[in-house]
């Protein structure tokens, strides 16, 4: 079977590379899929490091990519909010550089003094919005912040809705927890999520390739995330079982990928 794709979407850790090296397969394949024509894009749910970053390390592996060909979700809810909310005041809770991201959208974000007492608040009324992201220095003047200017009716907002972040050895604490935190204490619901499975991510994505959905193929190594967004949003999918799942996983989907691979060389030769 041979299917006609001109851009490709892939996930990255457990599809491209696994830490610090490579996965088999992935610099030869996006190499032949690029010298054939076809349009490549990098998506991240990690809004920790700037596209920069993630550009220099594909680079680095052997796949040359510039910042333009990655999207985060903090990239994906800057571009979302700089075209939706451009006029809003933002309280983040997250790292500098998603603050620095969403500075570049050209939005406002209320700042964070790293020596100021924990038990004081910004003042929550000047915050229209929330977002709440992967933040390795939560603290308790962030919750109390986040919590005071949403019980006064602030936006809740999100980049990504991991429970956890996969590390050498195990994982550590993402946002999921700190929105459920938040949803508890408030009674409020997260009212936008950008990152994967949000249908935003692939909006965006297909937006920066500039082709129709169907034309255009998801590849990752997680069903419930990667896969479920590209079929979301109507397109051609590929699981890399070179991740997080198995053949057994995909044999009890109801709607399996259109493609399971063992690795990004297997490509080329599936489509036309
Ligand atoms: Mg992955």
Redesign the pocket.
Same mark, same amino acid.
């Given at each position: 079977m041979s299917v006609r794709c001109d851009g490709f979407v892939f996930?990255? *850790?457990?599809?491209v590379y696994l830490g610090e090296a490579a996965l088999p397969g992935s610099v030869d394949g996006i190499a032949e899929l690029r010298r054939r024509g076809k349009r490549v894009l990098f998506v991240s749910n990690k809004p920790l490091e700037p596209r920069t970053n993630y550009a220099a390390k594909l680079t680095r592996l052997g796949i040359p990519t510039s910042p333009a060909d990655v999207i985060t979700s903090g990239y994906v809810l800057g571009h979302y909010l700089a075209h939706h909310q451009p006029s809003l005041r933002y309280y983040v809770i997250g790292e500098e550089a998603l603050r620095a991201e969403l500075r570049g959208h050209g939005l406002t974000v209320l700042d964070e003094f790293a020596d100021q007492d924990p038990k004081e608040v910004i003042d929550p009324t000047g915050i229209d919005a929330v977002i709440v992201a992967f933040d390795r220095t939560l603290d308790y003047r962030k919750l109390n912040t986040a919590y005071q200017a949403l019980m006064r009716g602030a936006w809740f907002y999100a980049t990504n809705g991991d429970k956890t972040c996969p590390m050498p050895g195990g994982a550590i604490p993402d946002a999921g927890g700190t929105i459920a935190a938040l949803e508890t204490m408030t009674g409020r619901r997260l009212q936008l999520l950008a990152g994967k499975p949000s249908t935003l991510t692939m909006e965006v994505a297909l937006d920066r390739l500039g082709l129709p959905a169907e034309r255009c193929m998801m590849v990752? *190594?997680?069903l419930e995330t990667?896969i479920a967004m590209g079929q979301n949003a109507g397109m051609l999918t590929a699981v890399a079982l070179s991740?997080v799942s198995t053949r057994a996983d995909v044999a009890r989907m109801a709607v399996p990928p259109t493609f399971a691979i063992e690795r990004l060389s297997e490509l080329p030769a599936l489509v036309e």
């Open positions: 996930d990255l *850790d457990g599809t990752g *190594d997680r990667d991740g």
